[in-house]
């Protein structure tokens, strides 16, 4: 009913920039939340960013590096990355939190895109 298509991964060496985008479509009544997840080999997956109405919140290790921004008429999520370090390497994940047409509440993840930060 609802799907998220996500983009923007790939190859980048230490310091570069990346912009991820997230756009949800389908039965969707109103996005309550947006955000980014992600995984790295080994480890859990954590939260990155998220968005709420107009409050975010990032993960310690990303403040002052990323900024997520939403385009609500548009459905989308984007996450800015900067200065990318080589921790930053992960598959990220976007997750989105729905209110359907069923008025049903529901969250959906994305596939996940990869970010490699290598010289």
């Known amino acids: 009913q609802v799907r998220l298509v996500e983009s923007g991964g790939g190859l980048v060496q230490p310091g570069g920039s990346l912009r991820l985008s997230c756009a949800a479509s389908?039965?969707?009544?109103?996005?309550?939340?947006m955000g980014w997840y992600r995984q790295a080999p080994g480890k859990e997956r954590e939260l990155v960013a998220d968005?709420?109405?107009?409050?975010?919140r990032y993960a310690d290790s990303v403040k002052g590096r990323f900024t997520i921004s939403r385009d609500s008429a548009k459905n989308t999520v984007n996450l800015q990355m900067n200065n990318l370090k080589a921790e930053d390497t992960a598959v990220y994940y976007c997750?989105?939190?729905?209110?359907?047409?069923?008025?049903?509440?529901?969250?959906?993840w994305g596939m996940g895109t990869l970010v490699t930060v290598s010289s």
């Open positions: 968005i709420t109405g107009s409050s975010t």
């Open positions: 997750k989105v939190s729905v209110l359907t047409q069923g008025y049903r509440n529901i969250e959906v």
């Open positions: 389908g039965r969707i009544l109103s996005i309550n939340a």
